[in-house]
């Protein structure tokens, strides 16, 4: 692709066009580049200019000094002095009834964690009064971390999932979320099992009464539902033939599917081995192909498609990707999580190779940090960790792409948020360094290469690496300051 441009500078607009005009030092990936293009893509605008119109849409991105200034009285302008300017960031899987289980000890990896912290914890959230804390609770640790736009992992329960979706609504954020379903678990996931038909009837509710609840299209809503087993090893062979047919029935209105994937390779009783000996299949994928008879026959409808997204996907094959990138399932990569769980390192270079599109996610409470950044940071060190020529340094500009950009791709809706390209909604971030002293002095005493385009990737890097909550002021969804709930 051709390198980054600012917004073009004879950019007019209608003189009854009532605008917001932000100033601040902007960063963003521009256009639909894929990973590997990102740094090619990387705009830096130091003296920079956010013009959003009267939708909340962005008319115009580049040098306040060209920008298309309208009449005084149809023109706001917001200077921001020294402050950064990003696009939201996108949180491609978290778990909701997990706001308060971050750095649960559970003395060992993913299944005895589930065990002994994770079932129990969600199952506290049938009690209305604390459903609506936790929403709360959760809603606002969002808005703190400037993630405007998520793929949740919902409450086993009804009661949650409208809490969820009614503090979600008020504050103006973007969601994708489902009611969490397992047919069958350990005894202390007994309170959030259901039956096969209890399960397909409850997610049918909740698609009907919360999918695009808000403006009726999904283009345009901001309140989205999705399918959600919480993995293989939580549901039958007959969940799974009753959830095809349920997202075949769905999938034109626009519904999502999330689920686990190949998290935890431990050999004999792990995750994998354990999904592989009870459905009999070749490769785990296979359960959510439609293929989760033995021997990987077909027993029902598939669950991939551009709007399915499977967290972690750390050890698949390469006939899983291979099958991920020719149906457009995305992946959510959750180092932080991986690294809680000792459940080993996403291959970066094969799993891009593949052409499969790979979002950030946090993945609360198995991931301890809510903060998209310190996931980008993770991904970092892992991956210049892996062994050999697998080793990446991954650039800048593809962590950015990861956090924001590739989020929305994975989402089915990058034509609508991820940068600051014109005509999309202006999502987005106000950091004020100063708001955390360690990444003011960082960035503004730390070494810079003589090399303009260098420099650039050093301060974005710095910026990126050293961002943490206190520093992220505002937030903005379609150009409007979202709040936390009182």
Wanted: aromatic fraction near 8%.
């Amino acid at each position: 692709m051709p390198p980054a441009t600012d917004s073009p500078a004879d950019v007019r607009l209608d003189p009854a066009t009532r605008t917001t005009t932000h100033l601040g030092h902007i960063f963003h990936i521009a256009g639909t580049p894929t990973v590997q293009e990102a740094a090619a893509a990387l705009v830096e605008i130091p003296d920079g200019a956010l013009t959003v119109d009267d939708r909340g849409r962005i008319v115009y991105c580049g040098p306040r000094r060209t920008r298309p200034a309208g009449p005084a009285r149809t023109e706001r302008v917001v200077d921001h002095g020294d402050a950064f300017l990003l696009p939201g960031f996108v949180d491609t899987h978290i778990h909701y009834p997990q706001t308060y289980s971050t750095d649960a000890y559970g003395g060992g990896q993913l299944l005895e964690w589930l065990t002994a912290c994770i079932f129990p914890a969600e199952a506290r959230l049938a009690d209305p009064a604390f459903a609506r804390q936790i929403a709360r609770d959760f809603t606002a640790r969002r808005i703190a971390a400037g993630t405007t736009a998520a793929l949740v992992f919902g409450s086993a329960f009804a009661v949650a999932q409208h809490a969820l979706f009614t503090e979600t609504r008020a504050a103006g954020l973007r969601i994708v979320s489902g009611r969490g379903i397992q047919t069958v678990g350990p005894d202390s996931a007994a309170p959030l099992l259901t039956s096969d038909a209890d399960a397909i009837a409850m997610a049918t509710d909740e698609i009907d009464e919360w999918h695009c609840a808000d403006s009726g299209d999904p283009t345009t809503a901001r309140l989205q539902t999705a399918i959600i087993p919480r993995f293989a090893l939580s549901v039958t062979a007959d969940t799974l033939a009753r959830l095809g047919d349920l997202y075949a029935e769905v999938r034109p209105r626009g519904v999502y599917v999330h689920t686990h994937l190949n998290e935890n390779n431990r050999p004999g009783d792990g995750e994998i081995d354990s999904v592989r000996k009870l459905f009999g299949v070749a490769d785990y994928l296979d359960t959510y192909d439609g293929k989760f008879l033995p021997g990987s026959a077909i027993g029902g409808e598939s669950l991939l498609g551009r709007r399915t997204v499977m967290a972690h996907a750390v050890h698949c094959s390469d006939t899983e990707l291979t099958r991920m990138a020719a149906t457009g399932t995305s992946i959510a990569h959750c180092p932080v999580s991986q690294l809680f769980l000792g459940s080993g390192t996403m291959p970066w270079r094969r799993t891009v190779d593949a052409g499969v599109t790979i979002a950030a996610g946090t993945d609360v409470g198995a991931g301890d940090e809510w903060l998209i950044p310190r996931v980008l940071s993770d991904a970092f060190k892992v991956h210049l960790s892996e062994p050999g020529f697998a080793s990446v340094a991954l650039h800048p500009g593809e962590l950015l792409f990861t956090g924001t950009l590739a989020g929305a791709r994975a989402l089915d809706m990058e034509e609508r948020f991820g940068n600051f390209d014109a005509g999309k909604d202006a999502d987005f971030l106000v950091v004020e360094p100063d708001r955390w002293p360690a990444l003011a002095a960082a960035l503004r005493y730390g070494i810079r290469a003589d090399d303009p385009t260098a420099a650039r990737d050093q301060t974005l890097f710095t910026l990126l690496l050293g961002l943490r909550e206190p520093a992220i002021t505002e937030v903005y969804v379609a150009g409007r300051r979202v709040q936390p709930p009182d």
